[in-house]
Each structure stands twice: as structure tokens, then as C-alpha cells.
């Protein structure tokens, strides 16, 4: 019944690890996000697709890859993991943009160690 | 560059009375979208309300109304009766930049509902 949900929910990983956040959505929506929730609850986009092509994609070091293979779809990579990574990240999408909506994840904690 | 504030990191509200979250923004832009978010402890990000600047009448969404003041780039949000279930923090959102759904978040402000 989930709208958007990502796996895994809460991930704890040693430092140089690369690792994988997963997303899925099923309501239809052709754009898809990722944000990301600091320490102090701040949140800034990383990453959006639309139609599985990247529209916008903000100051991210490269070690972050986000890939969609399909609309219903946008995964999160992280190569060489550093302490600083350590944050929530969200999955979200909606219909089009144009200030339409745009629901959320669940959140995926990641904790760099 | 578009830049939200929330100005108050806590609030705090008697269950069944009502608070007001204020939000200002800074923008050049004339066509844009305000929104309130609600994340409790759960962490997820719920929508609250929406709010199109080009709209002159205020959204409502049951107990939750805000306050629209376009020329003072100003978008406040009112919660009547407030219930403990409203205990969260909230984030005012902008989306603007040619509608990419690119989401300008504030810092957000932490609610407490005192029974």
C-alpha cells in the first residue's frame, strides 16, 4: 500500500563502504527526487528525474549516483562512504512539476561509522 | 537565490487551542507554490497544505489554514484545536524556479502539544 517507499529503512556502514538506497513508487508519477535530511533537519534536494531522464542535479559530490531504470524507480548509490554522509535520505516523486505535489519516502537513515 | 525562513525553532500550544507557524520566503518571481509539511517523530514528510501564489484566496485543509501575504512574501500557518496528534516539526516549502519541483525548505519549527 506504500505510495513511495525506499529499502533499506535504517543502514549502518564503516567508512570507504559503498552502499545502495532503493525506491520505489506506485502512483503513477513520472518524476522522482532524492532528498537529504542533515543532523540538524535541514533538507536539500540531491537529485530529480523526470521520465527517467536527470533535470536537476544540485552540488552532490560524485560519489553519489542516482540511476532509474524506469519512472516507477530511482535508486541512490554512494561510492567511498565518509562520515559526513551519514544523514536521512528521501525518496519522493510526483506528477510532473510545476509545484504539483511531491509525497515522500519514509526515509533512509544512514549512519557512517 | 530563493531562500526560506522559519523564524521560530519551537513552539509550544495548549491541546484544543490554536497556534500560528510563521514562514517568510525571499523571491523574484511572481509564479510560484508554498507548502506545509508535518514530520513527527516517525520521520516521514506528510503534506499539510499547498498554496498557489497567483491564488489570492488562503488554502484551507480542515483545522489547518494559512496566511497568504504575497507583497510581504510572507505564508504563516494557522492550526485551530490543535490536538496532540499535532505534535511534530513543520516545514515551509517553496517551488518556484520555473516549476522544476525543486522544494526550498526552512529550517523548520518544532511544535509541542501540551494535554
Known amino acids: 500500500d506504500t505510495a513511495v517507499s525506499q529499502t533499506p529503512k535504517y543502514l549502518v556502514t564503516q567508512m570507504g563502504n559503498d552502499k545502495s538506497i532503493k525506491c520505489e513508487q506506485n502512483?503513477?508519477?513520472?518524476?522522482m527526487y532524492w532528498y537529504k535530511q542533515d543532523s540538524k533537519k535541514f533538507l536539500k534536494i540531491m537529485f530529480s528525474?523526470?521520465?527517467?531522464?536527470?533535470?536537476i542535479n544540485e552540488t552532490v559530490p560524485n560519489r553519489f549516483s542516482p540511476k532509474s531504470p524506469d519512472k516507477a524507480h530511482l535508486n541512490l548509490h554512494i561510492n567511498s562512504l565518509e562520515l559526513g554522509d551519514s544523514a536521512v535520505y528521501f525518496c519522493?516523486?510526483?506528477?510532473?512539476?510545476?509545484?504539483?505535489?511531491?509525497?515522500f519516502g519514509e526515509g533512509s537513515w544512514l549512519t557512517v561509522v | 537565490a530563493q531562500t526560506v525562513t522559519q523564524s521560530q525553532p519551537e513552539m509550544s500550544v495548549q491541546e484544543a487551542e490554536t497556534v500560528t507557524l510563521s514562514c517568510t520566503y525571499d523571491t523574484s518571481e511572481s509564479d510560484y507554490y508554498l507548502f506545509w509539511y508535518k514530520q513527527p517523530p516517525s520521520r516521514q514528510m506528510i503534506l499539510v497544505i499547498r498554496?498557489?501564489?497567483?491564488?489570492?484566496q488562503n488554502a484551507t485543509e480542515n483545522r489547518f489554514s494559512v496566511n497568504f501575504q504575497k507583497a510581504a512574501k510572507s505564508f504563516s500557518l494557522k492550526i485551530s484545536d490543535s490536538q496532540l496528534g499535532d505534535a511534530a516539526m513543520y516545514f515551509c516549502a517553496y517551488d518556484g524556479s520555473g516549476n522544476t519541483g525543486k522544494l526550498i525548505f526552512g529550517q523548520g519549527t518544532t511544535l509541542q502539544v501540551k494535554p
Open positions: 498554496q498557489e501564489a497567483y491564488k489570492q
Open positions: 519522493a516523486s510526483s506528477h510532473g512539476t510545476g509545484g504539483n505535489t511531491i509525497y
Open positions: 502512483l503513477g508519477h513520472d518524476t
Open positions: 528525474y523526470n521520465n527517467k531522464e536527470l533535470i
